[in-house]
């Protein structure tokens, strides 16, 4: 995630959701959200319409952030760009954490994450024999 001093009220809302969901699990209140974003219930509620609409503002963010973290690291040769990566790691911690709440909770949701999953490692895995990063396999 990112620094809180330079995001939206909407960016610091849905990353204290990830880290509270992630961290109490999925029952966790509205309130206690807003208390950890800095705002208002009111403003969670303008923005996202309901703990549903965060929920899937905060799956979204996730889907895109894994397949955009992915892409950069089966595409790039550069040492550097892994090295970046890593070093990144801490600040995944509450992703990961949301990612294994929302396996656990199963339903729909958990279905989708793995069907993206699934889907998505073969589109990395060719754009990295693409970038070179990636060897072919001998058994497509």
């Given at each position: 995630m990112r620094?809180?001093?330079?995001?939206?009220?909407?960016?610091r809302i849905r990353d204290a959701a990830i880290d509270q969901f992630g961290r109490d699990g999925f029952?966790?209140?509205l309130r206690a959200i807003a208390t950890a974003a800095g705002v208002s219930p009111g403003l969670v509620i303008h923005h996202f319409g309901?703990?549903?609409g965060l929920r899937?503002?905060?799956d979204d963010f996730i889907v895109a952030t894994v397949a955009e973290t992915k892409t950069e690291s089966v595409q790039?040769?550069?040492?550097?760009?892994?090295?970046?990566?890593?070093?990144?790691i801490e600040e995944s911690a509450p992703m990961m954490a949301y990612l294994v709440r929302s396996m656990q909770s199963g339903g729909d949701l958990a279905k989708m994450l793995w069907r993206n999953m699934i889907d998505s490692t073969?589109?990395?895995t060719a754009a990295g024999v693409r970038a070179g990063t990636i060897k072919p396999s001998a058994d497509p």
């Open positions: 620094s809180t001093d330079d995001l939206t009220a909407v960016a029952a966790v209140g309901s703990k549903d899937k503002a905060c790039s040769t550069d040492p550097a760009t892994w090295l970046a990566q890593m070093a990144e073969e589109e990395y």
